[in-house]
Structures are given as C-alpha cells and as structure tokens.
C-alpha cells in the first residue's frame, strides 16, 4: 500500500541530513525543539512538491479564497472533500462562518497538520486510493537522550476520521497522517538534524498502537522505532484501528468506574 506520493515525501527530506536551525534560549524539551525544525521541512516539501504542499491554515486559506460564493460553514466545509477529511481539515463552526479576506486562519495549535500536501496540483481536495490527501507533522528527538514517546495525535480524532469514512461508505481511506521524524545534536549555537525518517501512521499495525488516556488520549510512539509493517488496505486499517480503539477504551472505563467506587465507598455511599 506504499504510495507514490509517500515516497516522493522520503525524497523530499533526504536531504535535511546535516542541516541546522538556531538553538533556542529556553528548553530544547517537546514541542520547543520541533518548531524551527518544522518550517525548514515545509521549505523541503516547498521545493519538491511545488504548488501541492501548504500549511494547514495556509491550505484553508487558500481554498476559501478561491471559493467566494461560499458563504455558509457547511458550504465551506464542502470545499473539503470527504466528510472525513472535513472533520479533520475545518476550524470550528463559527470560525468557519466569521472567516474572511480581513479575517483569515493563522496558524492554531491543535491544526491536525503543519503541511498539507495535496495529491495533484489542482488546489482543490480529490483525493484516490494511490494519492491520498497527506497530513504532514513533524517530530524531533535528541539524539543523545532516550526520551518517552512523544504524543504522536488525538486517538479520539483518528477515530472518528475513520468513523465517518467507514459510515459514508467511502471505498478508501481518503487521508493518510504522515510523521517526518528528526534526530538533531545540539552544539552551542545550532540543533543539527543527523537522522531523517518518515512514517505513516496507516503503515502501522493497529494493534501496536498505544493510547495514553491520560495524557489527552494521546497515540504515543517513538517515530524512529514503530512498525511500519502494515499491508491492508486504508479501509482494513480503519476498521481494525477502531476495533482497537473500542477495547482500549473499555478498557479505561472499567478502570475509571472501580476508582469512582473507591471513592463512593469512602463517603459511605455503597
């Protein structure tokens, strides 16, 4: 199931070996580190994929401003694709609605993705089977240190995207969650990247996969570790992600029910 445009994506970061971004004052920890790193990889899919690759809120941007008669949220919504890759593209229904040419998306924390890459060079969301619409993050890890798995993206969110692909009768999966994993070293000025990787989170078996409830109910990985054995299809491995999701979340409400009996019990209530 290794697409095109997936391998285009690992030619496209080769070459970010030996490349550096300024060290920051602060702390190298989480998300601090990966930030300069993310705009010298969009400057990478920049160069490779042309007019195919966006940020997310650049992407939203750049659609509305080619639709203008669209006015309402779920007309813009529509702009989107498939239901599923609206539910994970879209802002929320007010912002959706008060967006305008003096009013546009910034940047936003919880965007799904830093880079959209499109699967041809029409500004517009038809993904295929082969070409899906890519969701592009970033993650970096020191290279020195062994850190915990970071938290990879809402398992909630993944669920549901699958969801509704499956309850729309969609016959593939119309976005694939792809991670650009870094290893840097840091020296006095600079972070320099020693190692690139990339991942599809739709390579990995679902079965594999750790849900930190938590921590955000967040699928925590090592994006330099994780399998990338998976050859289903799109559709399989949304079905076999929700199977997953489902027991894991059992899971916790049983957890979460004997603690809220612990507690009960201690005020004497059963």
């Given at each position: 199931?290794?697409?095109?445009?997936?391998?285009?994506?690992?030619?496209?970061?080769?070459?970010?070996?030996?490349?550096?971004?300024?060290?920051?004052?602060?702390?190298?920890?989480?998300?601090?580190?990966?930030?300069?790193?993310?705009?010298?990889?969009?400057?990478?899919?920049?160069?490779?994929?042309?007019?195919?690759?966006?940020?997310?809120?650049?992407?939203?941007?750049?659609?509305?401003?080619?639709?203008?008669?669209?006015?309402?949220?779920?007309?813009?919504?529509?702009?989107?694709?498939?239901?599923?890759?609206?539910?994970?593209?879209?802002?929320?229904?007010?912002?959706?609605?008060?967006?305008?040419?003096?009013?546009?998306?910034?940047?936003?924390?919880?965007?799904?993705?830093?880079s959209v890459i499109l699967p041809s060079k029409i500004l517009e969301v038809k993904p295929t089977e082969?070409?899906?619409?890519?969701?592009?993050?970033?993650?970096?890890?020191?290279?020195?240190?062994?850190?915990?798995?970071?938290?990879?993206?809402?398992?909630?969110?993944?669920?549901?995207?699958?969801?509704?692909?499956?309850?729309?009768?969609?016959?593939?999966?119309?976005?694939?969650?792809?991670?650009?994993?870094?290893?840097?070293?840091?020296?006095?000025?600079?972070?320099?990247?020693?190692?690139?990787?990339?991942?599809?989170?739709?390579?990995?078996?679902?079965?594999?996969?750790?849900?930190?409830?938590?921590?955000?109910?967040?699928?925590?990985?090592?994006?330099?570790?994780?399998?990338?054995?998976?050859?289903?299809?799109?559709?399989?491995?949304?079905?076999?992600?929700?199977?997953?999701?489902?027991?894991?979340?059992?899971?916790?409400?049983?957890?979460?029910?004997?603690?809220?009996?612990?507690?009960?019990?201690?005020?004497?209530?059963?």
């Amino acid at each position: 199931m290794k697409t095109v445009i997936f391998s285009e994506i690992e030619d496209a970061v080769r070459g970010l070996v030996g490349k550096f971004v300024p060290r920051g004052s602060g702390t190298l920890a989480g998300h601090a580190a990966a930030v300069p790193f993310e705009d010298l990889v969009h400057e990478h899919l920049e160069r490779y994929f042309e007019d195919r690759v966006f940020r997310h809120f650049d992407f939203l941007n750049r659609i509305l401003e080619e639709n203008p008669k669209a006015i309402t949220s779920d007309e813009r919504s529509d702009l989107f694709g498939p239901r599923s890759l609206q539910f994970l593209l879209q802002r929320g229904v007010k912002a959706m609605e008060e967006w305008s040419e003096d009013n546009k998306f910034r940047v936003k924390q919880n965007d799904t993705a830093e880079s959209v890459i499109l699967p041809s060079k029409i500004l517009e969301v038809k993904p295929t089977e082969q070409k899906p619409l890519l969701l592009v993050d970033v993650k970096t890890q020191d290279s020195e240190k062994r850190a915990q798995p970071p938290n990879i993206i809402s398992a909630e969110k993944v669920a549901n995207a699958c969801r509704i692909c499956l309850e729309d009768g969609e016959s593939f999966l119309p976005f694939d969650f792809v991670y650009i994993a870094i290893k840097w070293k840091a020296t006095t000025k600079q972070l320099v990247c020693e190692e690139v990787n990339v991942k599809s989170l739709i390579r990995i078996p679902p079965s594999d996969l750790y849900i930190n409830w938590a921590a955000a109910q967040q699928i925590q990985f090592h994006p330099f570790d994780v399998d990338q054995s998976y050859k289903k299809s799109g559709i399989d491995w949304a079905k076999e992600y929700i199977s997953v999701f489902c027991d894991q979340l059992e899971g916790r409400i049983v957890k979460e029910k004997s603690k809220l009996l612990e507690f009960k019990k201690t005020l004497g209530l059963i």
